[in-house]
DNA sequence: AGTTGACTTAAAGTTAACTTTAAGTTGTAG
DNA sequence: CTACAACTTAAAGTTAACTTTAAGTCAACT
């Protein structure tokens, strides 16, 4: 089975002009063409346009996954190259995620502090809200409870 | 306490010139001037400054970032369309996070493939490799063994 | 053989998010 | 009062990753 750009567009849900592109960079050295010059994609092409997609969906910029792509081309001479680049990758994945984690952390809080809110009617209830009444993951986040006199002119608030 | 536009910039890692594009596209209608013009950035501006991070980060564009500073500053009356914002990039950030999970499994996979490839000193172990041999999580990435004969004129590579 | 839809390329255009530059102003230290 | 580092703005420049356009070619069908 063999696709046309248009039909392992479809397939892989990714634009053809993007698979075009890719190919212009130098992303899809495998893919054979038909005596007329039309890209034909063998199954055996799939894997690569996944590793592919991998990459550039945890952030590894273009000319990047060129390198990997030129490594796996030059065969098991470049093992311990593609390796490192894989090792990386998945480091920077983990790091990606704890920050996501974190902010995510952040959104819950803001969650609760908005609900609150809504029920009280003024995101003021939090000004007014002492610590124990505050959900304790939720501690770092809370602000402590200002007694300064907030001057008219002041452009403060409330998050 | 108050900061000058380098001073936050130092403290919170961010580039000055990045934070006075923020305040041109509207970002931080909430930090006052000094009477000559100079940014003069509160305590209370740093959990602003914290929030507009965390949508950033967890990439939501600049414009989207303004309509919910746009609520913020409109306060009380806009606490719901605040909640709802929040919630959805809530519900974007698990979703990226389940994301970044199945890219990491497959990272993980790769990873055992070269580590794999590097003791046995060539891909085509892999090829070769019975199924019984790859452990169970890796099942869905291993390819079927390959009974063709692979034309030399093919551009086959191994992943 | 002709039509037609999908393919080809090179080149130009788009967008977001900054960054840099240039010319000028502010505010603190001596 | 002067020097000077850090601030100000508007405008132009940068970069990555596509997308669009235009002009032409391929291949499947009648």
Redesign the interface.
Same mark, same amino acid.
């Not at 050295?29 to 054979?32: A, D, I, L, T």
């Not at 002041?154 to 998050?159: D, E, G, L, P, R």
């Given at each position: 089975m063999v696709y046309t750009v248009g039909e392992i567009s479809k397939k892989l849900g990714i634009p053809a002009s993007t698979i075009r592109y890719y190919d212009k960079e130098g992303l899809l050295?495998?893919? =054979?063409r038909s005596s007329g010059g039309i890209r034909m994609f063998k199954e055996?092409d799939i894997? *690569?346009l996944? +590793?592919i997609e991998?990459l550039k #969906?945890?952030g590894m910029p273009i000319k990047e996954i060129k390198h990997f792509i030129d490594y796996?081309?030059e *065969?098991?001479s470049k +093992?311990?190259e593609?390796?490192s680049i894989? =090792?990386a @990758?998945?480091n920077a %994945? +983990?790091k @990606? /995620?704890k =920050? /996501? @984690?974190s902010?995510?952390d /952040?959104?819950?809080y #803001?969650?609760w502090y908005?609900?609150t809110? #809504?029920e009280a *009617?003024?995101?003021?209830i939090h000004d007014r809200m002492d610590l124990k009444d505050v959900p304790k993951k939720y501690h770092r986040y809370k602000?402590p409870k200002s007694s300064a006199i907030i001057p008219m002119t002041?452009?403060? %608030?409330?998050?």
């Open positions: 050295p495998f893919v =054979e055996d894997p *690569g996944e +590793i991998c #969906k945890t796996c081309v *065969g098991d +093992i311990d593609r390796l894989i =090792e @990758q998945k %994945v +983990i @990606q /995620m =920050e /996501m @984690q902010m995510l /952040m959104l819950n #803001k969650t908005y609900q809110a #809504k *009617g003024t995101c003021a602000l002041s452009k403060t %608030v409330s998050w």
